[in-house]
């Protein structure tokens, strides 16, 4: 994409990966350190032209459309030298085409840079493939939960993933390890959950009647209550499936916790005192990993049903446990 002038006039084709988007949300997207009031403000007033004609905000841009953007100041760039590079790093590919990834997420990576973290899975890949031309997270994981990530490769990808999520699709499992007792084999936890900020800064979220529905269904799949846990200070952990219905933030972590099974090793909605004897047991992160997606392609229909085992770490505390379980 070329530089946008300060200057002068700029005469912009619209490329393929950038069709069907909002004319407004492309133009936030290429004028980095531009002010989305000045954005909207040029488009009103008529400075901005969608081939040739006034545009609106929410007008949706095509592949080869040509729009006219007046001279806009752009944040400078910064010196290569006073820039931390994003190291350049490849991830265990679980899925690929032409059209999108899935990744197998290590834990302890955010998906992407900010919130004092200054890059994340993303830049990561988008450094190791300089070719590619469109790459874009179409979901997010916790940066300490591990597992299966989708990635688009071409906007349409993108557009089509992101209806199918709000259709409650594709199917997503998780795994993760409660300390407690879950009451059911089966359990449906329909509670409402409210994003707030903690003290320090950090985004929580609660149960709440002010918040967003959530629905999680969880099956244990074991119960643990053995001399090791005995020895360690714990009394039972709960090996559980979640299958989410609805994707809200931390929606596992917290409904889990509202069964007081909160998850081991989470160090936001968990268990101090646990987590501290779980560490004695090998267990140094939260035990969650996104482990099956059941979608349909975006671009070709064909179902998909994708797969990532346990991580090691993780793998290694289930078979401890189980060695030394005498009974359910």
Same mark, same amino acid.
């Given at each position: ?17 950038? +069709?069907?988007? /909002? %004319?407004?949300?492309?133009?936030? #997207? ?8 000045? @954005? =909207? &403000? *040029?488009?009103?007033? +008529?400075?901005? /032209? %969608?081939?040739?004609?006034?545009? #609106? ?8 459309? @040509? =729009? &006219? *953007? ?22 265990? @590919? ?235």
């Amino acid at each position: 994409m070329s530089a946008i002038s300060k200057d002068l006039v700029n005469h912009l084709a619209v490329g393929e990966e950038d +069709g069907g988007q /909002r %004319l407004d949300n492309y133009l936030f #997207k290429i004028l980095k350190g531009v002010p989305k009031s000045h @954005v =909207l &403000r *040029i488009i009103r007033s +008529g400075e901005v /032209r %969608l081939n040739k004609k006034r545009c #609106k905000p929410s007008d949706r841009i095509a592949a080869g459309d @040509v =729009l &006219r *953007i007046p001279p806009v100041r752009t944040a400078e760039k910064v010196p290569a030298s006073a820039a931390s590079p994003v190291p350049a790093r490849e991830f265990e @590919v679980v899925y690929e085409d032409d059209s999108m990834l899935v990744i197998n997420k290590p834990a302890g990576v955010a998906v992407h840079g900010g919130s004092g973290v200054s890059f994340g899975v993303i830049e990561q890949i988008r450094r190791a493939r300089p070719q590619a031309r469109y790459l874009e997270l179409v979901h997010r994981l916790d940066k300490d939960t591990s597992g299966l990530l989708m990635i688009a490769k071409k906007r349409s990808a993108l557009v089509k993933l992101h209806e199918a999520i709000r259709n409650d699709h594709p199917k997503k499992i998780y795994l993760a390890l409660g300390v407690g007792k879950l009451a059911q084999d089966t359990l449906h936890v329909k509670l409402p959950l409210f994003k707030y900020t903690g003290a320090q800064g950090e985004k929580m979220v609660r149960v709440s009647e002010e918040g967003q529905s959530a629905h999680t269904i969880f099956r244990v799949r074991s119960r643990f209550h053995n001399e090791l846990l005995h020895h360690a200070g714990l009394s039972e952990l709960t090996f559980v499936e979640a299958t989410l219905k609805t994707g809200r933030t931390h929606q596992i972590r917290v409904h889990l916790q509202s069964q007081n099974c909160p998850i081991a090793g989470d160090e936001r909605y968990g268990d101090y005192q646990a987590n501290k004897r779980l560490q004695k047991l090998g267990l140094k992160r939260m035990f969650l990993h996104a482990a099956e997606l059941q979608l349909t392609h975006p671009l070709t229909g064909e179902p998909l049903k994708l797969h990532a085992k346990l991580p090691n770490e993780l793998q290694h505390l289930l078979t401890r446990l189980s060695e030394t379980q005498t009974g359910s």
